[in-house]
């Protein structure tokens, strides 16, 4: 692995965080500027944001605050109490508290300690950033509260009757069911809205993929970035608040707000505007309208604003002259951009230029799209403000929008997926069963973020937790619990079709035409087209499975989620008459680059599986058995076409997918035929969901063969772990690099080790965040595991004491373990001791890199007595960075006469006096060092001698990088290479002040050298007039195959003449 800068450093712990005075800093100075008044509105303006952004380090903050006398030791010890439990939340909101009620000097404390803070908590530093931004009179842009202005006494009326109507319009929530009496429920909203995450940003605008596969992957991105606490969560009312703008704006405020489809736009925007109806939230508001770009499709000529309200609010009549008087008091609401047939260009320098593209007044007739630019634009009403929602896929374009507040909902986290079931179901048994089975099936779990499909859990799995249905299987795939959503509606609804079969196929073809056109929305038309009865719909179990929008207008209908109609265009392929080239139809699919039809595809391999097709076969007649004999050789096909193809990420994610079909077909028998030989399943790099470890679970699970799982930077954190955990142990190498595991991931990982028939030989584990209790849990299975040989720890934090733990169980004589990678771990020299004892008894360990830790030359002293122990069976010792100096090497020359023949001292500062004793040792007739790093090690021309004298050793790869040798240096060592007995074989001399005055010599040397095969010449300042002699050697040296000579300075010319030689003989390379 290569090195990385500071990765030994803690960025979020508050117990270690990084302080940072910063005495001339421009926070503090802005501090000694505001006066008590100013700070308390300050305070007051970002409380909200403080409280997030201080959850990290809220005992650091607090324990600042203590030692200058602000709080008091028992108020401190309040704080960490509750951080401690886990509720770093309500401690941070006890720390804003406290400091809100004990004053001014509190206040200008709490704002002095949060700078020393700032560093590793990322939303702090954001905050003081923007402090710093904003300049020395918070008055000038803090707006928290901001109040109404004074409504003129003639507008009292109609702002009543205005609220009165919205609070109507929105106070019901009308939710589909599978019911036969009641097709559509009706619920009070408050009663049945679960809240939402929000957050104050958006990830990336521009979606190339299926939009519910790319956000899905980003939901748990998000996760990732969560636990570093670096995203604010954003309540609706504060979506106008000035502290979270990102663009300044003096004539008003626009902001969008993202969310894929199902995540609940429409119905925060009706919880909103019932807010403001009821007087919750916007008082500075005087009205809001609130307009869905659905709606404003039905508008095919020009019109002005004035109409455009008076058509959806009559009453205002006359009066809304008055009402533009005042745009800071109104609000406009626009919901669904991705659902406007116009395209709104704001990259379009022509609608600020020519008047037919300009709409700067109320009354001014335009087209739609105008109204919508001008008014988000602050063109038309400066000063008001605008809400824009859209599905991601849409927010390009907003790109150059005036948009002042960016925001995502990012759906239900944690218990938000509880609160949502149990409103949904009155019968909190039912709810309480429902969840259980979600929360023990982590595919239905993951996908619980979206509220629809919850609301498609809600209406297939309520049916489940009746008496009657305990004979059958609960679904396990999402194919499963759709078809089961499509046979509850059709037994309650069956009877009222004739032919329910021919339906679902004309139904299903035009489904399959909107998944192709990406179109979601069918008009009339549509249905004529595909000779579908409007009144089926209105009347008949359809209602169910098609929404009718409440359009005054025109009639259109939509899926109640794009993914009901991905299923129904899947389920029409198997209910085709007669046989038709489906395998062409999913090849042409399949080939779609943007990932349009990848739900389609998953669900087409599922409904071939007869637990899928049989609840539906009892009402829609059986399947064409050909059909379905086509789709499993389809995927078939797939599977083993894409198996082994994974060197890009598109070669990565490709078999992905087609293992999502295995899983959704559930078929036993072709999983084992096209996976149960593989060996190997790498996707490094390759963000997996914990849905994707679900299904890489399924198939680890029927492959026997197994050997090696690549899982390096999949991000697959605990929750994906969790996934795997009852398979890992079939593996012989499992790389699981990068993954945010954390310690709770490695007592899942311990469980697997523990496993009597574990296969794990080779477990990597760097950069995990692991800490001491990993190395408990480790230390635990290791005791008991006789398999595992290679164990890679690198960067991670396991301290002291995590280490201690570990020698501990290397001191059993039944430890297997050959290989450990301990590199950048929070060592010091209070584990050597451990570490001696370790090494001197352990019976198998051959490998030990401790590289980049500060053991020192003390650390090393004490290690040096296991070493040199006879029973010591230590190879290859890595102490690459370890703080050590010529002291220790007298202590180093010490183990040379043992099993050593490795060892790694780079980054080191031995000097060439430390290298004058290792050379001592290493002229020993006993001394069996083969390979030896001393690269940056403070070297010059002064132990150039000693450094020859040991080149008819055993010595065969010696790296000198990075150090000063100089040309006199070169030319001593270039002596030693001309002895018949040089074992030289790999020379690395990279940026050595190198120039053209030793080339003679090199070349010299190695023209009768009969071992060496590499040499490394790098970055030093050879020229063209050393390209002779280069060439020379290159020509000489017959037993060469690669010479670097990359960052010298030769010309074009010169380095052509080099390159000429490549492949001069077989196998040889002339890097430039």
Same mark, same amino acid.
């Given at each position: 692995? #290569?090195?990385?800068?500071?990765?030994?450093?803690?960025?979020?712990?508050?117990?270690?965080?990084?302080?940072?005075?910063?005495?001339?800093?421009?926070?503090?100075?802005?501090?000694?500027?505001?006066?008590?008044?100013?700070?308390? +509105?300050?305070?007051?303006?970002?409380?909200?944001?403080? +409280?997030?952004?201080?959850?990290?380090?809220?005992?650091?903050?607090?324990?600042? =605050?203590?030692?200058?006398?602000?709080?008091?030791?028992?108020?401190?010890?309040?704080?960490?109490?509750?951080?401690?439990?886990?509720? %770093?939340?309500?401690?941070?909101?006890?720390?804003?508290?406290?400091?809100?009620?004990?004053?001014?000097?509190?206040?200008?404390? *709490?704002?002095?300690?949060?700078?020393?803070?700032?560093?590793?908590?990322?939303? =702090?530093?954001?905050?003081?950033?923007?402090?710093?931004?904003?300049?020395?009179?918070?008055?000038?842009?803090?707006?928290?509260?901001?109040?109404?202005?004074?409504?003129?006494?003639?507008?009292?009326?109609?702002?009543?009757?205005?609220?009165?109507?919205?609070?109507?319009?929105?106070?019901?929530?009308?939710?589909?069911?599978?019911?036969?009496?009641?097709?559509?429920?009706?619920?009070?909203?408050?009663?049945?809205?679960?809240?939402?995450?929000?957050?104050?940003?958006?990830?990336?605008?521009?979606?190339?993929?299926?939009? /519910?596969?790319?956000?899905? %992957?980003?939901?748990?991105?998000?996760?990732?970035?969560?636990?570093?606490?670096?995203?604010?969560?954003?309540?609706?009312?504060?979506?106008?608040?000035?502290?979270?703008?990102?663009?300044?704006?003096?004539?008003?405020?626009?902001?969008?707000?993202?969310?894929?489809?199902?995540?609940?736009?429409?119905?925060?925007?009706?919880? *909103?505007?019932?807010?403001?109806?009821?007087?919750?939230?916007?008082?500075?508001?005087?009205?809001?309208?609130?307009?869905?770009?659905?709606?404003?499709?039905?508008?095919?000529?020009?019109?002005?604003?004035?109409?455009?309200?008076?058509?959806?609010?009559?009453?205002?009549?006359?009066?809304?002259?008055?009402?533009?008087?005042?745009?800071?008091?109104?609000?406009?609401?626009?919901?669904?951009?991705?659902?406007?047939?116009?395209?709104?260009?704001?990259?379009?320098?022509?609608?600020?230029?020519?008047?037919?593209?300009?709409?700067?007044?109320?009354?001014?007739?335009?087209?739609?799209?105008?109204?919508?630019?001008?008014?988000?634009?602050?063109?038309?009403?400066?000063?008001?403000?605008?809400?824009?929602?859209?599905?991601?896929?849409?927010?390009?374009?907003?790109?150059?929008?005036?948009? $002042?507040?960016?925001?995502?909902? /990012?759906?239900?986290?944690?218990?938000?997926?509880?609160?949502?079931?149990?409103?949904?179901?009155?019968? !909190?048994?039912?709810?309480?069963?429902?969840?259980?089975?979600?929360?023990?099936?982590?595919?239905?779990?993951?996908?619980?973020?979206?509220?629809?499909?919850?609301?498609?859990?809600?209406?297939?799995?309520? &049916?489940?937790?009746?008496?009657?249905?305990?004979?059958? !299987?609960?679904?396990?795939?999402?194919?499963?619990?759709?078809?089961?959503?499509?046979?509850?509606?059709?037994?309650?609804?069956?009877?009222?079709?004739?032919?329910?079969?021919?339906?679902?196929?004309?139904?299903?073809?035009?489904?399959?035409?909107?998944?192709?056109?990406?179109?979601?929305?069918?008009?009339?038309?549509?249905?004529?087209?595909?000779?579908?009865?409007?009144?089926?719909?209105?009347?008949?179990?359809?209602?169910?499975?098609?929404?009718?929008?409440?359009?005054?207008?025109?009639?259109?209908?939509?899926?109640?989620?794009?993914?009901?109609?991905?299923?129904?265009?899947?389920?029409?392929?198997?209910?085709?008459?007669?046989?038709?080239?489906?395998?062409?139809?999913?090849?042409?699919?399949?080939?779609?680059?943007?990932?349009?039809?990848?739900?389609?595809?998953?669900?087409? #391999?599922?409904?071939?599986?007869?637990?899928?097709?049989? &609840?539906?076969?009892?009402?829609?007649?059986?399947?064409?058995?050909?059909?379905?004999?086509?789709?499993?050789?389809?995927?078939?096909?797939?599977?083993?076409?894409?198996?082994?193809?994974?060197?890009?990420?598109?070669?990565?994610?490709?078999?992905?997918?087609?293992?999502?079909?295995?899983?959704?077909?559930?078929?036993?028998?072709?999983?084992?035929?096209?996976?149960? $030989?593989?060996?190997?399943?790498?996707?490094?790099?390759?963000?997996?969901?914990?849905?994707?470890?679900?299904?890489?679970?399924?198939?680890?699970?029927?492959?026997?063969?197994?050997?090696?799982?690549?899982?390096?930077?999949?991000?697959?954190?605990?929750?994906?772990?969790?996934?795997?955990?009852?398979?890992?142990?079939?593996?012989?190498?499992?790389?699981?690099?990068?993954?945010?595991?954390?310690?709770?991931?490695?007592? =899942?990982?311990?469980?697997?080790?523990?496993?009597?028939?574990?296969?794990? +030989?080779?477990?990597?584990?760097?950069?995990?965040?692991?800490?001491?209790?990993?190395?408990?849990?480790?230390?635990?299975?290791?005791?008991?595991?006789?398999?595992?040989?290679?164990?890679?720890?690198?960067?991670?934090?396991?301290?002291?004491?995590?280490?201690?733990? /570990?020698?501990?169980?290397?001191?059993?004589?039944?430890?297997?373990?050959?290989?450990?990678?301990?590199?950048?771990?929070?060592?010091?020299?209070?584990?050597?001791?451990?570490?001696?004892? #370790?090494?001197?008894?352990?019976?198998?360990?051959?490998?030990?890199?401790?590289?980049?830790?500060?053991?020192?030359?003390?650390?090393?002293?004490?290690?040096?007595?296991?070493?040199?122990?006879?029973?010591?069976?230590?190879?290859?010792?890595?102490?690459?960075?370890?703080?050590?100096?010529?002291?220790?090497?007298?202590?180093?020359?010490?183990?040379?006469?043992?099993? =050593?023949?490795?060892?790694?001292?780079?980054?080191?500062?031995?000097?060439?006096?430390?290298?004058?004793?290792? $050379?001592?040792?290493?002229?020993?007739?006993?001394?069996?060092?083969?390979?030896?790093?001393?690269?940056?090690?403070?070297?010059?021309?002064?132990?150039?001698?000693?450094?020859?004298?040991?080149?008819?050793?055993?010595?065969?790869?010696?790296?000198?990088?990075?150090?000063?040798?100089?040309?006199?240096?070169?030319?001593?060592?270039?002596?030693?290479?001309?002895?018949?007995?040089?074992?030289?074989?790999?020379?690395?001399?990279?940026?050595? %002040?190198?120039?053209?005055?030793?080339?003679?010599?090199?070349?010299?040397?190695?023209?009768?050298?009969?071992?060496?095969?590499?040499?490394?010449?790098?970055?030093?300042?050879?020229?063209?007039?050393?390209?002779?002699?280069?060439?020379?050697?290159?020509?000489?040296?017959?037993?060469?195959?690669?010479?670097?000579? %990359?960052?010298?300075?030769?010309?074009?010319?010169?380095?052509? !003449?080099?390159?000429?030689? !490549?492949?001069?003989?077989?196998?040889?390379?002339?890097?430039?």
């Amino acid at each position: 692995m #290569a090195e990385r800068s500071n990765m030994g450093e803690d960025p979020t712990s508050s117990r270690r965080m990084r302080m940072n005075p910063a005495p001339n800093s421009t926070v503090t100075e802005l501090l000694t500027k505001y006066d008590d008044y100013q700070l308390f +509105q300050l305070t007051k303006f970002y409380r909200d944001r403080l +409280q997030q952004a201080i959850e990290e380090g809220v005992d650091g903050v607090s324990s600042l =605050l203590t030692n200058e006398w602000i709080f008091s030791r028992q108020e401190h010890r309040k704080i960490t109490e509750l951080m401690e439990k886990g509720n %770093r939340m309500d401690s941070s909101k006890l720390l804003l508290s406290l400091v809100m009620e004990k004053g001014s000097q509190a206040r200008r404390v *709490m704002w002095e300690s949060l700078e020393k803070m700032r560093h590793g908590l990322p939303k =702090l530093d954001k905050i003081l950033k923007e402090t710093q931004e904003r300049g020395p009179d918070p008055s000038v842009y803090i707006n928290v509260n901001r109040e109404a202005s004074e409504l003129p006494s003639h507008l009292e009326g109609v702002q009543q009757k205005h609220t009165e109507t919205l609070r109507l319009q929105t106070e019901t929530l009308r939710v589909n069911t599978i019911l036969i009496k009641q097709k559509v429920k009706i619920f009070q909203l408050i009663d049945r809205y679960a809240e939402l995450t929000i957050i104050s940003n958006v990830r990336d605008r521009t979606l190339v993929e299926h939009e /519910l596969l790319a956000r899905g %992957r980003d939901h748990e991105e998000w996760r990732k970035k969560h636990l570093r606490r670096e995203l604010e969560k954003i309540r609706t009312d504060q979506l106008f608040w000035s502290s979270f703008s990102q663009r300044k704006s003096e004539s008003g405020n626009s902001a969008a707000v993202s969310g894929v489809p199902g995540i609940g736009k429409t119905t925060m925007v009706q919880k *909103m505007v019932y807010d403001w109806a009821t007087g919750k939230i916007f008082p500075h508001f005087q009205f809001v309208f609130s307009f869905k770009f659905r709606d404003l499709n039905n508008f095919n000529s020009r019109i002005n604003l004035r109409n455009l309200i008076l058509d959806q609010y009559p009453y205002f009549g006359n009066v809304l002259g008055e009402v533009w008087k005042n745009p800071e008091g109104l609000l406009f609401i626009f919901d669904g951009l991705d659902e406007f047939k116009d395209r709104i260009d704001f990259a379009d320098n022509r609608r600020n230029t020519e008047p037919q593209f300009m709409c700067t007044d109320p009354e001014c007739w335009c087209e739609v799209s105008d109204i919508v630019y001008s008014l988000i634009q602050h063109k038309l009403l400066p000063g008001c403000s605008v809400l824009v929602t859209s599905r991601p896929t849409a927010l390009h374009l907003l790109e150059k929008a005036e948009i $002042s507040v960016w925001a995502e909902i /990012l759906g239900f986290v944690g218990d938000e997926r509880k609160e949502y079931f149990n409103k949904f179901f009155e019968d !909190q048994a039912v709810a309480a069963a429902v969840f259980k089975h979600v929360e023990e099936n982590e595919i239905l779990y993951t996908m619980c973020y979206n509220p629809s499909y919850c609301w498609i859990l809600g209406l297939a799995l309520g &049916p489940f937790t009746q008496r009657d249905r305990k004979q059958q !299987q609960v679904p396990k795939t999402i194919t499963q619990l759709y078809s089961y959503y499509i046979y509850n509606i059709l037994k309650n609804h069956g009877r009222e079709i004739e032919s329910p079969r021919d339906v679902f196929l004309k139904l299903g073809e035009m489904a399959f035409t909107g998944v192709s056109e990406k179109k979601i929305v069918f008009r009339n038309g549509d249905l004529i087209k595909y000779n579908l009865q409007p009144s089926l719909f209105l009347s008949g179990f359809l209602m169910e499975l098609l929404e009718k929008d409440d359009s005054v207008q025109s009639v259109v209908y939509t899926f109640p989620h794009l993914t009901i109609q991905e299923f129904v265009a899947a389920l029409a392929q198997f209910l085709t008459p007669g046989p038709k080239d489906i395998q062409k139809l999913l090849s042409e699919a399949y080939s779609e680059k943007d990932g349009r039809f990848e739900i389609f595809l998953r669900f087409v #391999a599922g409904l071939s599986s007869p637990q899928s097709a049989r &609840p539906l076969e009892e009402f829609l007649s059986p399947f064409l058995h050909q059909t379905t004999c086509r789709v499993i050789d389809w995927v078939k096909e797939k599977v083993e076409g894409q198996i082994g193809n994974t060197a890009t990420e598109i070669g990565k994610r490709n078999p992905l997918n087609t293992f999502h079909y295995l899983f959704e077909s559930q078929n036993k028998a072709l999983a084992q035929a096209t996976v149960g $030989s593989v060996e190997t399943l790498a996707f490094s790099g390759l963000r997996l969901t914990p849905i994707d470890c679900a299904v890489l679970s399924h198939v680890l699970g029927l492959c026997d063969t197994i050997k090696h799982l690549d899982l390096y930077e999949c991000y697959i954190q605990c929750e994906g772990l969790q996934r795997l955990e009852y398979v890992l142990y079939k593996c012989q190498k499992l790389r699981l690099t990068e993954n945010n595991l954390g310690d709770s991931g490695v007592k =899942l990982l311990s469980a697997a080790l523990r496993n009597p028939g574990c296969k794990i +030989q080779e477990l990597d584990l760097c950069y995990n965040d692991l800490r001491g209790s990993a190395a408990k849990d480790l230390a635990s299975a290791l005791s008991t595991n006789r398999s595992l040989t290679d164990l890679n720890l690198d960067y991670n934090k396991l301290g002291v004491s995590g280490v201690n733990l /570990l020698s501990e169980v290397l001191r059993d004589p039944d430890c297997k373990i050959q290989k450990l990678c301990l590199r950048n771990n929070n060592l010091t020299d209070s584990c050597a001791e451990d570490l001696s004892s #370790a090494v001197s008894t352990n019976q198998s360990l051959t490998d030990l890199d401790l590289g980049r830790n500060r053991l020192g030359d003390s650390g090393v002293k004490l290690l040096s007595v296991g070493l040199r122990n006879l029973d010591c069976k230590i190879q290859r010792l890595g102490l690459w960075g370890t703080d050590l100096t010529d002291s220790c090497a007298e202590d180093l020359a010490t183990v040379f006469n043992r099993s =050593l023949t490795d060892l790694d001292l780079g980054y080191n500062n031995l000097g060439d006096s430390g290298v004058k004793r290792l $050379s001592v040792a290493l002229r020993r007739p006993d001394c069996k060092i083969q390979k030896l790093n001393l690269w940056d090690t403070k070297l010059t021309d002064s132990c150039a001698e000693d450094l020859a004298s040991v080149f008819n050793r055993s010595l065969t790869d010696l790296n000198l990088g990075y150090n000063k040798l100089g040309d006199s240096g070169v030319k001593r060592l270039s002596v030693a290479l001309r002895g018949s007995d040089c074992k030289m074989q790999k020379l690395h001399l990279w940026d050595n %002040r190198l120039t053209d005055s030793c080339a003679e010599d090199l070349a010299s040397a190695l023209s009768t050298n009969q071992s060496l095969t590499d040499l490394d010449l790098g970055f030093n300042s050879f020229s063209d007039q050393s390209v002779p002699a280069l060439r020379r050697l290159i020509l000489t040296c017959r037993t060469l195959n690669l010479i670097k000579l %990359r960052g010298n300075q030769f010309s074009r010319n010169g380095e052509n !003449q080099l390159e000429s030689l !490549q492949g001069y003989r077989p196998g040889l390379s002339v890097e430039m």
